[in-house]
Nanobody, 117 residues
Framework: QVQVVESGGGLVQAGGSLRLSCEAS????????MGWYRQAPGKQRELVAT???????DYADSVKGRFTTSRDNAKNTVYLQMNSLKPEDTAVYYC???????????WGQGTQVTVSS
């Protein structure tokens, strides 16, 4: 059974930090590009960061210098460290796993991040 499960969301004041985790089971984690996306109320889902199977990382301009993603293949887990949070970072954050061979994508259920001003 395939499961992609995010955790670590919550309420934080502006300037604070949160660390999101995403554990994927039932997939060949090492051959999946892992991505973090977010969706704010009334807005489209947007890409936050991706980390390839080889460790290449890309960030949205809006989070560069503040967010850091990493992956632990031994734990089938990807992380998103979010620092210097701003109210505009408030959104539901989703984890995505994309198999580089089949292109099949799996999504987590999302975790809410709320940043108060």
């Amino acid at each position: 059974q395939v499961q992609v499960v995010e955790s670590g969301g919550g309420l934080v004041q502006a300037g604070g930090s949160l660390r999101l985790s995403c554990e994927a089971s039932g997939i060949a984690f090492r051959v999946n590009v892992m991505g973090w996306y977010r969706q704010a109320p009334g807005k489209q889902r947007e890409l936050v960061a991706t980390i390839s199977t080889g460790g290449r990382i890309d960030y949205a301009d809006s989070v560069k210098g503040r967010f850091t993603t990493s992956r632990d293949n031994a734990k089938n887990t990807v992380y998103l460290q979010m620092n210097s949070l701003k109210p505009e970072d408030t959104a539901v954050y989703y984890c995505n796993a994309r198999n580089i061979y089949s292109q099949i994508q799996r999504w987590g259920q999302g975790t809410q991040v709320t940043v108060s001003s």
